[in-house]
């Protein structure tokens, strides 16, 4: 009996997953790149090759790379020491699970080959959470975004929003979320059109720390 997908065309859902033991799983910047090449590339309904060397290691040029038919569109990522957060919506039938498959195996071959290693890297497939109201939607964009603050404080979650405030610079530079894209309204990995919201909401910085922060008030 074919498995239904639990994934539906349309919805939004808050996809996450971190290294096996929460080993760190980006250890310097071409970890970091490569994953986010790969979130470009994996993303396709075709077999698309990590071609870096062929674009004279240019790593904007990657994004250049015809891909056919997306799988889903991704709202928002960051990625952390030993996680990730991305926020996505399938656009065809079974999209996240392929995407996700793909894109997790892909990483893993390319981080056990380069650090000698066998086995798992990421803890079982991955998780999900179905976002079901569109205030909850603006709080994953603003999790999501805000989350580079807890290389600054562990118990970022905790803290007011004057301590989010110290850090608008440092999450507004951090070189490895989406927040970036919506910045510069350059959009290579990120896909924000089927995301029913306001992209000044998403650069508005004191929206984020808001939307963050009346969320965790409840």
């Known amino acids: ?55 004279g290691n240019s790593f904007n040029e990657i994004f250049k790379q015809d891909r056919g038919e997306q799988l889903v569109a991704i709202g928002a990522y960051c990625l952390m020491p030993n996680h990730f957060h991305l926020l996505l919506t399938p656009l065809v039938n079974g999209g996240i699970s392929k995407f996700m498959l793909k894109l997790q195996t892909g990483y893993s071959m390319y981080f056990n080959k380069k650090n000698e290693r066998v086995g798992a890297l990421f803890q079982g497939v991955f998780k999900s959470q179905y976002i079901n109201e569109d205030k909850y939607l603006r709080y994953i964009y603003a999790y999501i975004h805000l989350n580079p603050a807890k290389l600054k404080n562990s118990s970022w979650k905790a803290q007011s ?52 922060s009346e969320e965790n008030k409840e």
Do not use: W
Request: glycine share 0%.
């Open 1 to 55: 009996m074919e498995r239904k997908e639990k994934f539906i065309q349309d919805e939004f859902y808050h996809i996450f997953n971190r290294g096996v033991e929460k080993r760190t799983i980006f250890q310097n910047t071409s970890d970091y790149k490569r994953f986010m090449a790969l979130l470009y590339l994996a993303n396709s309904n075709q077999t698309v090759e990590f071609r870096n060397n062929s674009y």
């Open 161 to 212: 929003k004057s301590f989010l405030n110290q850090f608008k610079k440092f999450i507004s530079e951090y070189s490895y979320s989406s927040i970036q894209e919506y910045l510069s309204f350059d959009y290579k990995i990120i896909n924000p059109k089927p995301f029913p919201v306001n992209k000044k909401d998403i650069c508005d910085y004191n929206t984020i720390v808001d939307d963050f």
